[in-house]
């Protein structure tokens, strides 16, 4: 197969190159690498290298160059999918196209792809012909990597969930303004810091008056400060008290296990309240769960525990929370931590659980990875 990657230099594009190379996929198919921009360059000397990979880029708006392609995958972004993708298909190109954009996730006519919750999903897709596979919000499937045994096993009558997501959420621009911001605040009570003898209370309402302070230019990305703060919003407002983002946890939770709207079993109620934080990298989750019948907290353990060889069990304890459920912990880690299991005062059928994962490999680029590798079967 010949397989035609865009965006592949962009944040979650360069993660996937790197597992793909990781992994050996380049053995597998002709690669042919498309550019937006720098059309006719040859490929950097890191992939020229790389077996059965066409040396030259091509344009990514050529269509006849893409029809050529058998798959088409693309870290490009929404722009660019709503820009070719209906052009590609209308010119009777009938490939397979996988996307980390959240442009065709909720079609009829596209699968949520996370093979280790959702592979029947996706055998049944491939035989009834579907030929859109799309990576899912990344909250959502590092979620379901962490607690899909729960749903897979039908225990699920509810879940809510609050969300502490990553600066990179939002792209590689968005970690620079934290990372700027972090820097501006320093720099205004520094002399202050150097002097052990200074008043907290100062530097407090220092630092407070430089985030108040901040230009538009200092916050033009996240709008507002986040550095030393959070944002209890994500994405656009949908004009009913709820972000995007929030919609997204119930919406593609369900499209993800084939409940819902077009299959046979109905939709498990979830929701959430989105929160960006100022961490850089990976998306944490505190989850409440209403089971719909009372399991023993050791059954459940060894139910998630054993779900997937990626998930790993922390013990509900300080020591092993505070060392193990935390972004330092677990950036650039395929590995999902879940923790602070326990049953809820509201009764034993309730659920507590705390999930971290790095979200531009599980939540972005992994499952695309996988995807292309399920086509070579």
Request: with cysteine; hydrophobic share 40%; net charge negative.
């Amino acid at each position: 197969m010949r397989v035609g990657l865009v965006g592949w230099r962009g944040m979650v594009g360069s993660v996937l190159m790197t597992r793909m190379v990781e992994e050996s996929d380049f053995g597998h198919f002709e690669a042919r690498f498309f550019s937006t921009s720098n059309a006719g360059a040859m490929l950097p000397t890191s992939l020229v290298g790389l077996p059965k990979v066409e040396p030259r880029l091509y344009d990514a708006h050529d269509l006849s160059a893409l029809q050529e392609c058998d798959v088409v995958l693309t870290c490009q972004g929404s722009d660019y999918t709503k820009e070719v993708y209906e052009p590609l298909r209308q010119a009777g190109w009938s490939g397979y196209w996988i996307d980390a954009a959240k442009t065709l996730r909720m079609r009829d006519d596209a699968v949520v792809v996370l093979d280790p919750v959702n592979q029947p999903v996706i055998d049944q897709a491939l035989n009834k012909g579907i030929k859109n596979f799309i990576g899912g919000n990344c909250t959502v499937s590092c979620m379901l990597m962490a607690v899909g045994a729960l749903y897979k096993a039908g225990l699920v009558e509810f879940m809510t969930a609050t969300t502490y997501q990553a600066a990179s959420g939002g792209g590689a621009q968005h970690m620079r303004e934290l990372l700027s911001q972090m820097g501006t605040l320093n720099a205004s009570v520094r002399q202050l810091l150097d002097d052990p003898a200074s008043a907290i209370l100062e530097i407090d309402r220092q630092v407070l008056a430089t985030q108040q302070s901040l230009s538009a230019e200092q916050t033009q990305h996240f709008l507002v400060p986040l550095a030393g703060s959070l944002i209890p919003w994500i994405d656009a407002d949908r004009g009913d008290g709820t972000s995007l983002e929030e919609w997204k946890g119930g919406a593609e939770t369900n499209k993800i296990l084939g409940r819902g709207p077009g299959f046979n079993q109905p939709a498990i109620p979830i929701d959430s309240i989105c929160v960006r934080i100022g961490a850089m990298r990976c998306h944490s989750q505190s989850l409440m769960f209403k089971l719909n019948k009372n399991v023993p907290l050791k059954d459940i353990e060894q139910m998630i525990a054993e779900d997937n060889p990626w998930v790993r069990l922390i013990a509900n304890t300080k020591e092993d929370s505070i060392q193990e459920l935390t972004p330092v912990k677990v950036t650039g880690s395929l590995n999902i931590a879940v923790g602070r299991l326990r049953k809820l005062a509201m009764g034993e059928q309730y659920l507590g659980a705390f999930t971290i994962g790095d979200q531009l490999l599980w939540g972005a680029a992994e499952p695309l990875r996988r995807m292309l590798r399920i086509l070579m079967r």
